[in-house]
């Protein structure tokens, strides 16, 4: 029998999610964003779950690659364009929308020779400092250069919001009038938001928009939780109770003994521990979910087990089920606790977990 651990992945949550981001986008286009293999989800599931969506995001070539081998016909958008220039023959041949954010792509640009012309989304950095041109002679002689090109369409110009996760309408409006000072006399596409200022910043713009963490149900802001977005939880990891333990007032629990029991406690040991994505930062006390109630966790994470309370949870014996987190735990709420984000503990499920579909 395979280690009882499973990353359940929801379908039909992912299906309304995306139907959620859609209604905010109030029209515009919607790229749903699959980088990191869906965020953990898999790239074949998102492109069977988003078939309504106007378009894929991601940027590595081989998830684009399978994509196209799943069936996506639709854009796919490189978000990070290509980095050298044999990967202009795959961007050529799989028929991708490439960003430009450096000078030195316009050059490996120039000199290819494209079947057809290569669509592009040139970004803007107006704030972020990571990818992007920064100043208007920059924007303008790229633009220039790339309209010069006969194989080359610049179908939209872009831009990343650094702080959109905050409420305050000052959080993206400084990147936002830069944004529009530094490509004055563009006439076309605008491609802006991701799933924080599509749902937080509704004055933000563009034909087009860049959702990643809403449509996986966790919540893109640190001081609120993903059921006020109106989304759904995506991804459940459980595992099964292997083992119990009792263990006397004073007795520890896992390596390092960093916890020690005051009352008597009862001690359930899940096969789940950090090399299967769960945080070893998770610290005592995170929640999880057996036998309709949370307990809390106790001791360190190991590499494959983690400790829980059953204290409360009498019935839960070897064979329980505990949810680590899903519809009962939100992800945001162990990873908060965690000292991270939901979307780094989603992207990190482990390959040896093994994924079952609903929905
Ligand atoms: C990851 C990413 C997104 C999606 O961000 P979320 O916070 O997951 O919605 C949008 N645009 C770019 C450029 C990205 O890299």
Redesign the pocket.
């Given at each position: 029998m395979p280690r009882p651990i499973n990353a359940t992945i929801d379908l039909a949550a992912l299906r309304h999610n995306l139907t959620v981001a859609r209604r905010h986008a109030r029209g515009r286009r919607v790229w749903a964003?699959v980088?990191a293999n869906a965020?953990g989800h898999g790239i074949e599931r998102a492109v069977r779950a988003f078939g309504d969506a106007d378009g894929l995001?991601l940027?590595d070539l081989a998830e684009a690659q399978r994509a196209r081998d799943a069936g996506w016909r639709k854009p796919i958008l490189l978000?990070e364009g290509f980095f050298e220039p044999a990967d202009l023959d795959v961007v050529d041949r799989l028929d991708l929308t490439s960003?430009i954010h450096d000078a030195e792509q316009i050059a490996m640009l120039r000199a290819c020779r494209p079947q057809r012309p290569l669509a592009i989304h040139l970004k803007i950095n107006t704030g972020m400092n990571r990818l992007g041109f920064a100043d208007l002679p920059a924007v303008q002689e790229a633009l220039a250069q790339l309209q010069a090109l006969p194989h080359a369409r610049v179908t939209a110009l872009?831009t990343?919001f650094a702080n959109a996760?905050r409420d305050d309408a000052v959080a993206v409006d400084a990147q936002l009038q830069r944004f529009k000072r530094l490509i004055q006399g563009w006439q076309g596409e605008m491609c802006l938001a991701?799933?924080?200022a599509?749902f937080m910043h509704s004055h933000v713009g563009g034909a087009s928009v860049?959702?990643?963490?809403?449509?996986y149900g966790a919540s893109?802001a640190p001081d609120k939780a993903a059921a006020a977005f109106g989304v759904r939880a995506a991804m459940t990891l459980s595992a099964r109770v292997i083992a119990t333990q009792q263990v006397a007032p004073g007795g520890g629990v896992g390596y390092g003994v960093q916890f020690a029991a005051a009352t008597p406690l009862r001690v359930g040991v899940v096969a789940c521990g950090y090399a299967d994505g769960y945080p070893r930062s998770a610290p005592n006390g995170t929640p999880a979910f057996v036998e309709n109630i949370r307990v809390p966790t106790v001791g360190r994470v190991s590499m494959d087990m983690l400790c829980v309370d059953l204290t409360h949870a009498p019935q839960a014996g070897i064979g329980a089920e505990v949810e680590l987190w899903g519809s009962h735990i939100p992800i945001d709420e162990v990873a908060t606790v965690a000292g991270t984000v939901g979307?780094e503990l989603m992207c990190a499920l482990a390959a040896r977990v093994p994924v079952r579909e609903i929905g």
């Open positions: 964003v980088k965020y995001a940027l978000l960003v872009m990343h996760d991701n799933s924080a599509l860049r959702p990643g963490i809403v449509l893109p979307y």
